[in-house]
């Protein structure tokens, strides 16, 4: 337990063309075909379906080597990231109780000093002045009384964050909001899929310079990393959800703002798997996790970065990235959106998983 717990005070930073019929690759798009099986339901964009390169070249992204191609069938997809006040009329609905919200069970971490079995959650404070950026606890801690009600601690408030995105919320929130919605998370190739809009091998979602004619388009972290936000943005932490302008399928804030849960697990050689393969269809996912820096620990993969990415550090703001997080833990940078089926037909069946030895459990999710 005393491991566990002490993982919990870690980091875990590492996240409009519907209707179209066909877009010419030669141009910069990739394929894409399908009209919305169905009306589009409030709040969400039809994905055409189609096939695109995913992953980086990137060097810094090693995880995301090589790029390959993938295929993924039509899907829809939340405008934005969920919000406060969504999050909020789910508790009220059903009475539920996020994992940050749940004081720790002595019989669960045997050994733990009772000292440390208290409900919070993993929050970013700017330390007074510059500190290497090779030991994250300069700038993460785990805060008591953190949750969704209270980002920054049990002082800190939402009242006036209703329209921004819910944080703190660990995987198991997610799927349990997901549940109530009718809805799911998306894989990581759907996710990754959409935050392109339509463009192929493009740095960002909207193209390749960061501020095309001096145009902030995310929010993520400007100044000096990770002492000093200058807040160029706008903004120092959380912006209100859609603040920023969509990329080509509709979609806001697929860049920075907030890290968002994929359902697949985050392998650092699972891309290789894939390329070996040829073209993926509807990947799923790994069949378990492993990652070299923590191995034994399990991990989700985390997509689209944050206000807190910036080139000095992270630069996970670009769609080939990859983050990655325990499913237990929640920090003050990371929430969702969710993807609904289009429910077209049988072939949505064809899925891909990668065949990797069990290094870890497999759990169903």
């Known amino acids: 337990m005393a491991k566990r717990m002490e993982r919990r005070k870690r980091p875990f930073l590492w996240p409009a063309l519907a209707g179209i019929a066909l877009v010419g690759m030669a141009a910069g798009y990739v394929w894409l075909e399908g009209q919305p099986p169905a009306p589009i339901p409030d709040g969400m964009a039809w994905i055409p379906g189609g096939t695109f390169w995913m992953g980086s070249d990137d060097p810094m992204f090693r995880d995301a080597q090589p790029v390959h191609q993938v295929e993924v069938d039509g899907f829809f997809m939340d405008r934005t990231e969920v919000t406060n006040e969504q999050f909020e009329r789910f508790v009220k609905a059903t009475g539920y109780v996020t994992v940050a919200e749940r004081v720790p069970r002595a019989e669960d971490y045997p050994g733990a000093p009772p000292e440390n079995l208290v409900a919070g959650s993993v929050v970013f404070t700017a330390p ?111 912006a209100p959800a859609g603040s920023f302008p969509p990329n080509g399928f509709g979609l806001y804030d697929m860049a920075g703002n907030v890290w968002e849960w994929t359902s697949d697990w985050y392998r650092h050689d699972y891309f290789q798997a894939l390329a070996s393969a040829g073209v993926a269809r509807n990947p799923q996912g790994p069949r378990n996790s492993f990652d070299p820096s923590e191995p034994g620990v399990q991990k989700k993969v985390h997509k689209g970065g944050s206000y807190l990415c910036t080139d000095q550090y992270c630069a996970r703001y670009r769609p080939g990235g990859r983050g990655k997080g325990e499913p237990d833990t929640g920090t003050s940078h990371l929430g969702f959106r969710l993807v609904k089926d289009a429910q077209v037909g049988a072939h949505k069946q064809t899925k891909t998983v990668a065949p990797f030895d069990q290094t870890s459990p497999r759990r169903e999710t």
């Open 128 to 238: 007074s002045g510059p500190v290497p950026l090779d030991n994250h606890f300069q700038w993460w801690s785990y805060v008591t009384g953190a949750s969704w009600r209270h980002p920054e601690g049990k002082e800190s408030t939402i009242d006036d964050k209703m329209n921004h995105p819910v944080v703190h919320v660990a995987y198991e929130d997610a799927t349990a909001f997901a549940t109530w919605a009718g809805k799911r998370l998306p894989t990581e190739a759907e996710w990754e899929y959409a935050a392109r809009g339509g463009l192929v091998k493009k740095a960002y979602t909207w193209g390749d310079e960061f501020e095309p004619d001096g145009k902030t388009m995310a929010n993520s972290f400007q100044g000096h990393f990770p002492d000093h936000n200058d807040a160029h943005d706008g903004f120092i932490t959380t």
